[in-house]
């Protein structure tokens, strides 16, 4: 049986977009509605066009985009919203992202850890059941991005523009547009402060410090769907500054 048909937040999420281009509907994500600005939006019409570039992307960089989307559901989790983390910690083991998981089996992903907290979060266990589970997702991704290798500084790049176009998109004149594009700059911006860290250039503290105040421009709390969104020139400028700084002296 595929993960798809066990679990019930995928399956729905997918039902419900099937549902919409049926009838013709609009996707959450295009309407400026702030009575639409906290919905989710689990299947955002650009990811067909990211899963196409996904299938030319280096491996390392791969896992870090697959990273950023288990760093948000970590936060979100851990801010009391697993509704909104459920998505984000199931994306390593999506079927709907398969081509993200190509010949990383061979870096040592465990996906039986995502499943599991998955059927977890699905079926409403204690958090102190969970979080045992989170703290081993953690692990694995931070092993994949050892493992995987790459330049750090190509790296952080790819994951700064990334954060530009995905913080674009959840933000729209001041409101938070779709969830899932705010939360996941939020997740890859931990990656490229994480991924900073292991930086042996003499521009090393200048970006770890520059990415520190990237992730700040998120509430302290989480990147959680009703927070009050930093604006969009902000961020894109502080992620600017975060590349200028990989080629400081």
């Given at each position: 049986m595929s993960l798809q048909a066990k679990t019930p937040l995928l399956h729905l999420a997918l039902l419900?977009?099937?549902l919409l281009v049926a009838c013709g509907g609009e996707s959450?994500?295009?309407?400026?509605?702030p009575e639409n600005a906290t919905a989710t939006n689990d299947m955002a019409p650009h990811d067909e066009h990211s899963e196409h570039k996904m299938e030319t992307l280096a491996v390392e960089k791969?896992?870090?985009?697959?990273?950023?989307?288990?760093?948000?559901?970590?936060a979100l989790y851990r801010a009391g919203a697993p509704d909104q983390a459920a998505k984000h910690l199931l994306h390593p083991v999506s079927e709907t992202h398969a081509t993200e998981r190509a010949g990383i089996d061979a870096l040592g992903f465990t996906a039986d850890v995502f499943e599991s907290v998955s059927k977890s979060l699905d079926e409403g266990q204690a958090a102190s059941e969970?979080?045992?589970m989170l703290q081993k997702a953690e692990a694995n991704?931070?092993?994949l991005r050892k493992n995987a290798g790459g330049d750090p500084t190509e790296i952080i790049a790819y994951l700064m523009d990334t954060v530009i176009e995905e913080y674009s998109i959840g933000v729209t004149d001041g409101l938070i547009t779709d969830p899932g594009e705010y939360q996941d700059a939020?997740?890859?911006s931990i990656v490229a402060w994480k991924t900073a860290k292991t930086l042996q250039s003499p521009s090393a503290e200048g970006t770890v410090k520059a990415l520190e105040a990237l992730v700040a421009l998120w509430p302290e709390n989480g990147p959680l769907?009703?927070?009050?969104?930093?604006v969009v020139s902000d961020v894109v400028a502080q992620a600017k500054k975060v590349t200028e700084s990989l080629s400081a002296k």
């Open positions: 419900t977009t099937s959450e994500e295009a309407s400026p509605n791969r896992v870090a985009f697959m990273s950023g989307h288990v760093e948000a559901g970590l969970i979080e045992p991704t931070a092993l939020y997740g890859f769907a009703d927070s009050t969104p930093t």
